[in-house]
T-cell receptor, first 113, second 112 residues
């Protein structure tokens, strides 16, 4: 059974650009959550999607957005990149919203220069 | 807002030693608690999930306990091995869905 797949693994972008990250959850899982991990702030929740709808949102500016497709794959987009957006972005897959076990992908390492 | 704390921040032990990692959280109204390990530059690997109605879970050399009333969980690792060296993260999920609050982790080094 394939795990959670995140693409790309690494990205280097310039300030002011935008970026799109992709996450394919485990087959049959319908909930996808996104997290940002930095050395200073640790792991912080960005948002959760279930059945193509955003269900929860963390305390991040509107430059961070996401969506989920009918096959449960999810994308997150960051516009007008800032140096502080450099981080490891992690996607978590869960079967549904009754708080079953979360499985994480390997992450996308975003560097903003 | 839920706050999760992990103590100690770093731990170094000789191979073969048994050890305990601690996690505390401020709001006892949680759904689940999950322990993860993270190797440098990698994603998170799920170790154990404790549902809110459970008191403990075991997997191999790992045992995790949960005391919701006191807002505490412990992860016990028996007979530690160098391959156990990693950062261990504790996360509690909210009642409103799959949103986890993470601790800052315990960095474990097992010395051969």
């Amino acid at each position: 059974k394939a795990g959670v797949t995140q693409t790309p693994r690494y990205l280097i972008k310039t300030r002011g650009q935008q970026v799109t990250l992709s996450c394919s959850p485990i087959s049959g899982h319908r909930s996808v959550s996104w997290y940002q991990q930095t050395p200073g702030q640790g792991l912080q929740f960005l948002f959760e999607y279930f059945s193509e709808t955003q269900r929860n949102k963390g305390n991040f500016p509107g430059r961070f957005s996401g969506r989920q497709f009918s096959n449960s794959r999810s994308e997150m987009n960051v516009s007008t990149l800032e140096l502080g957006d450099s981080a490891l972005y992690l996607c978590a897959s869960s079967q549904d919203r009754t708080n079953t076990e979360a499985f994480f992908g390997q992450g996308t390492r975003l560097t903003v220069v | 807002k839920q706050e999760v704390t992990q103590i100690p921040a770093a731990l170094s032990v000789p191979e073969g030693e048994n050890l305990v990692l601690n996690c505390s959280f401020t709001d006892s109204a949680i759904y689940n608690l999950q322990w993860f390990r993270q190797d440098p530059g990698k994603g998170l690997t799920s170790l154990l999930l404790i549902q809110s109605s459970q008191r403990e879970q075991t997997s191999g050399r790992l045992n995790a306990s949960l005391d919701k009333s006191s807002g505490r969980s412990t992860l016990y690792i028996a007979a530690s091995q160098p391959g156990d060296s990693a950062t261990y993260l504790c996360a509690v999920s909210s009642r409103t869905g799959n949103q986890f609050y993470f601790g800052t982790g315990t960095s474990l080094t097992v010395i051969p």
